[in-house]
Structure formats: structure tokens, C-alpha cells
């Protein structure tokens, strides 16, 4: 999968086929990316965790997570997966529309579980690791969907949805939180701020500009920002050029000054501070390598 389509915050890539929309895509951190950041999509994502050690992070609820765990991306969550320490970790992500699932005319299955689901009605746990008391019964569902995609034999997607169907059945009726159904105002908030740097990060942004968006005053905005991202709106702003940067210099024949430029920096020679603070290589270096 490409990078630059992948690590969009909110997801523009159609990862699925129209006809079929169910697919997946094995990958590695740091050998892929060291982060995905926060970004969302309309499509649910299993991520599959096989080797190694890493973080995710859905809906602010960062989880420390290694080989053989599940971590359930329902539609519209805020999602994000990074490094842990300088460990790696392999995984497979599957991606799938949920409306295939859904008839035309309602029953209840979907009245009753599926849209409550989607919509937070329903909640159930986000990580499942191999020591979960339901792990085995979902990994089995997403084991055979993988092997009968190996040779794709005439009918095999009527198989992965009946497998889609029983990992549903599994998350509802023996997965269930008894917590309160989610809620969505705040991260909503966040959604805006996020859009708002996907389409502005390359143009000079003011606090005042950003929190207006979101009907903050700046002394607010700055502080829901820390407390929900864990870092300063500029420290993150500046992080997510450089993360634009790096992904231009490994697909872009520009130069070095041209990316600086593009990604939002003014001064080439902050911009060689800050890239080299990050990467622990000068922009040059990142690319030979």
C-alpha cells in the first residue's frame, strides 16, 4: 500500500473493491513507517497484530500491543499505530465496509446489533490479546478469511462474509461492555482540528485561525489539544510536516529546499534542525538510506 495513501488522516484510498469491499494489506513498522498518525475512515479495520511491539491508539486509549492481538477500528474512530521504542512489529490490516453486511430491508440482526454497533449503542472492548478469553474464536474467523484468499475459489466471499457474520455473533454475545455507549462530541472536535491540518499543514496556520474552527478561544483550544493529544498543537504541527517531508523525499525527485518549502517550513536551516531532531539523519541522509 502506499504510504502517502495510507497514512492520510482521514483515509481518501478506496481500500476495497466496489463489487466486494473487503480487503487486506500486510505490514511492517518501522520497515513500512515508524508511525500511521491519527487519521480515520468510513470502513471498519481489524488491525492483526502477528509479531513483535508497538502502540495503537483508538479514540485518545493508547494500548501497548504485541503478537497475536486484535485490535477491533470501528467506522469513524480515531485510530493511529507507532513504534515502541525501537522494537518492530509485524501486522495485517483488514479493511471492510460494514454495509455488505447490512439488507436492504432491515432485519434484525442489523436493528438489533449491527447499526447499534456503528453507531456506539453497543460498545465492546477495542484489544484482544492472545490471553483474552475470546481471542481464539475471532482469530479463527480472521484465519480462515485469510486462507480462503489465498486462491480465491468461486464463492469465496459469500465464506468471508458468513466468517464476518460469526465474528459479529462472537463480539455480541459474549463480548459486550456494560459501560456507557461512547461518546463522540469531543472527538468530533479533534476530527475538525485533524481535517484542518490534512488540508492546511503546507500554509501558515495561527492558533487563532485553528481555534476558531472549532468555536474555542486559543486559551481552551490549547489546552483540550494537550490533554487529548498529549502534546503541544505546534509541536504536533511541526511533526506532522516533518512526517510529510520524509514521506516526499523517499517518493519525490525534489529537492531538498522544494520539501522544506512544501511541507510548511519557511527556514531550510530549522527545517534541518527539526528533520534531523526527529530522524537522527540530515533530509539528505534520510533519503540515501
Known amino acids: 500500500m502506499n504510504v502517502l495513501e495510507y497514512e492520510n488522516y482521514q483515509e481518501k484510498k478506496e481500500h476495497v473493491d466496489a ?20 487519521h480515520w475512515h468510513d470502513e471498519m479495520e481489524i488491525i492483526y497484530i502477528k ?6 491508539t483508538v479514540d ?6 504485541s503478537g497475536s492481538t486484535i485490535v477491533l477500528i ?8 507507532e513504534q515502541f521504542d525501537d522494537l518492530s512489529m509485524e501486522y495485517e490490516n483488514i479493511i471492510f465496509n460494514v454495509g455488505m453486511l447490512l439488507p436492504r430491508t432491515e432485519d434484525t440482526s442489523s436493528t438489533e446489533f ?10 465492546v472492548p477495542s484489544v484482544y490479546s492472545i490471553v483474552s478469553e475470546h481471542y481464539q474464536e475471532l482469530s479463527n474467523c480472521l484465519d480462515a478469511c485469510d486462507e480462503i484468499c489465498k486462491t480465491k475459489p468461486e464463492g469465496y466471499d459469500l465464506y468471508i462474509k458468513g466468517k464476518l457474520f460469526e465474528l459479529f455473533y462472537i463480539l455480541s454475545n459474549r463480548c459486550r461492555n456494560e459501560k456507557n455507549p461512547r461518546t463522540t462530541k469531543s472527538l468530533d472536535k479533534m476530527k475538525i482540528i485533524l481535517k484542518f491540518v490534512e488540508n492546511s499543514y503546507m500554509h501558515k496556520i495561527t492558533i487563532a485561525e485553528i481555534a476558531d474552527r472549532v468555536d474555542f478561544s486559543e486559551s481552551h483550544f490549547m489546552r483540550y489539544f494537550k490533554e487529548n493529544m498529549g502534546t503541544s498543537f505546534v509541536d504536533y504541527l511541526r511533526d506532522y510536516r516533518l512526517t510529510m517531508a520524509a514521506r516526499l523525499l523517499l517518493v519525490s525527485d525534489e529537492t531538498v529546499l522544494s520539501i522544506a518549502e512544501e511541507v510548511g517550513f519557511e527556514n531550510l536551516s530549522y527545517f534541518n534542525r527539526a528533520f534531523k531532531k526527529k530522524y537522527g539523519v540530515t533530509p539528505r541522509e534520510y533519503r540515501n538510506n
Open 74 to 81: 470501528l467506522p469513524g474512530q480515531l485510530h493511529s499505530i
Open 60 to 65: 485518545f486509549n493508547q494500548y501497548k500491543v
Open 51 to 56: 509479531k513483535g511491539h508497538g502502540y495503537v
Open 19 to 38: 463489487a466486494f469491499p473487503y480487503n487486506t494489506y500486510l505490514c511492517s513498522i518501522p520497515l513500512d513507517f515508524r508511525k500511521v498518525p491519527l
Open 114 to 123: 449491527l447499526r447499534p454497533f456503528l453507531n456506539g449503542q453497543i460498545t
